[in-house]
């Protein structure tokens, strides 16, 4: 159940501001290291609000993706093949 809720918090030195945890307790999309929108009201005041990706400008062409990969992965350089190299690479760390 919602229930409206004040708080006060601190703005930090590089704009940062912590929202309080009886608050972000109370609204689930409000998690660590999501996006959200922020937009002016007036010039006193803030709103906070998930932010909704505008899927339909953002589609993803799967084709176009798969046939750039498989491209990318053809060329060969001086010392062989280069998705080989990347993959042996990240596996020694």
Do not use: C
């Amino acid at each position: 159940m919602h229930r409206d809720l004040r708080a006060t918090a601190t703005i930090r030195q590089r704009g940062q501001l912590t929202i309080p945890d009886e608050i972000r307790e109370q609204l689930a999309w409000l998690k660590p290291n999501d996006v959200v929108e922020i937009e002016t009201k007036d010039s006193r005041e803030i709103i906070v609000k998930p932010y909704l990706a505008k899927t339909d400008s953002k589609k993803i062409l799967w084709q176009k993706a798969w046939v750039a990969t498989q491209i990318a992965r053809s060329f060969k350089g001086k010392r062989g093949n280069l998705s080989k190299f990347i993959i042996e690479d990240r596996e020694k760390h």
